[in-house]
């Protein structure tokens, strides 16, 4: 059955967010998340290649036999991820350098070969484009409100190394707004603290939204259709 647009949207944004929800890709996830520039990187790195290998798993799957459906969706990502890994090392070298293994590692996130199945072969190409999109934008949301969090938290700054990005005209974004910070926001710990607060905030919402949806439906109905 052929999905609707804004049904793949809110998935991918939220309902399925891959670092909430699924709970996939966390180990560049947690790694990678010192700071707003590292996380935002790594995240339009994963969404380019979910967005293409969605597409291109989308447009080969009436000719791809079942047999060997998985080995070619993960030949097809990997060649995106090179692709990407190469395009970052000639024009983003210094946070190529910076992500390190984690680019490469893209080839493992479980979030992409879960769309190229799930989805991208069941769905026409505008679909799978669209749900690699939004899949893509919903981790990088997380990588960079994580980031964020983390970087303020452990250094006192925002936006630090924005000229790897950016360019060295970008360097007025690079603001520290306290000296120094609390060291365990950077370490581990600090990245498994921060993602527990977002996911229990994410239900936290879900939940208020979930009874505030069953209040309106049990409120009584006068004659006229209306609240009584």
């Known amino acids: 059955m052929t ?43 994963t969404t380019l290649v979910l967005m293409a290998s969605n597409l291109t798993v989308s447009l080969i799957r009436d000719i791809v036999r079942p047999e060997i459906r ?53 769905q026409p190409p505008t679909l799978a484009v669209l749900d690699g999109l939004a899949m893509g934008l919903g981790f990088t949301s997380v990588l960079v409100v994580l980031g964020a969090a983390r970087e303020l938290l452990g250094q006192g700054s925002l936006f630090s190394g924005a000229h790897m990005m950016f360019g060295e005209g970008s360097r007025w974004l690079e603001l520290q707004l306290v000296d120094g910070g609390f060291l365990l926001a950077l370490l581990p710990p600090g990245a498994f603290i921060g993602l527990g607060l977002m996911v229990a905030a994410k239900n936290l919402i879900d939940a208020g939204r979930a009874r505030r949806s069953r209040q309106v439906s049990a409120e009584p109905v006068g004659a006229a259709g209306e609240p009584a």
Do not use: D, Y
Request: with cysteine; aromatic share 8%.
């Open 3 to 45: 999905a609707r647009p804004a049904e793949v949207i809110k998935t991918g944004l939220w309902s399925n967010n891959a670092g909430l929800v699924q709970l996939l890709g966390l180990c560049p996830l947690l790694a990678v998340s010192t700071s707003l520039v590292n996380g935002l990187g790594l995240g339009i790195a």
């Open 70 to 122: 998985i080995p070619v969706f993960v030949l097809v990502i990997a060649s995106f991820v090179t692709a990407v890994e190469l395009v970052m090392n000639a024009w983003f070298h210094e946070l190529f350098r910076v992500l390190g293994i984690f680019i490469p590692l893209i080839v493992t996130n479980c979030a992409i070969i879960g769309r190229a199945e799930a989805f991208a072969s069941r």
